[in-house]
C-alpha cells in the first residue's frame, strides 16, 4: 500500500499540503537551487539575501556578503566604466538587465557568467532587484 501523504494532509483539515509557511517554503526552493545564484539586491544595490547557489559559485557566506554592495563581484575595470549600475538602472527602467560577462569570486579568481537582473517591487512599489547568475 502506498501511503498518499497529500492525502493524508487534507484529512487532517489542513489547508494546503504542508504546515510551512509559504514564505518558508520559497526560501527552502531558492537555497535548494545549487546551480544558480540567487539573491535579492536593495535599491542601493547592498545584497539583502544570499542563496546556497550564490555560495557555490562565488565562494562568500551570507554572513560575509549580505549588506555588501554587489559591485563586488564585478571585475575592477568594470567597476570603473560603473557596469554594475548601468545594470541596475536598467533593470529598473525595463524591468530586466542581461548580460553575460566576466564576474569575479571572493577569491579573485574570474568566471564567464550569463547573468539577469529582473527589478522586483514590494507592495509599496519599493524597488529591489533580483539577480540571477549561473557560471558558464
Known amino acids: 500500500m502506498d501511503f498518499e501523504w497529500n492525502d493524508a494532509k487534507r484529512k487532517t483539515g489542513t489547508p494546503n499540503d504542508s504546515d510551512v509557511p509559504v514564505e518558508d517554503r520559497y526560501q527552502l ?10 539573491f535579492m539586491l536593495d535599491p542601493a544595490g547592498r545584497v539583502a539575501s544570499w542563496n546556497n547557489g550564490a555560495r557555490k559559485i562565488k565562494g562568500y557566506s551570507a554572513d560575509e556578503i549580505v549588506g555588501r554592495h554587489f559591485s563586488l563581484f564585478y571585475a575592477p575595470e568594470d567597476v570603473a566604466a560603473d557596469k554594475p549600475g548601468r545594470e541596475l538602472t536598467l533593470a529598473a527602467a525595463r524591468g530586466r538587465a ?26 509599496p512599489a519599493r524597488y529591489s532587484a533580483l539577480p540571477r547568475s549561473r557560471a558558464i
Not at 526552493?29 to 540567487?38: E, F, G, N, P
Not at 574570474?110 to 547573468?115: K, L, N, Q, S
Open 29 to 38: 526552493l531558492i537555497d535548494a537551487v545549487q546551480d544558480y545564484a540567487i
Open 98 to 123: 542581461e548580460d553575460q560577462g566576466w564576474r569575479v569570486r571572493q577569491d579573485g579568481s574570474r568566471f564567464w557568467a550569463d547573468v539577469t537582473i529582473t527589478a522586483v517591487y514590494d507592495p
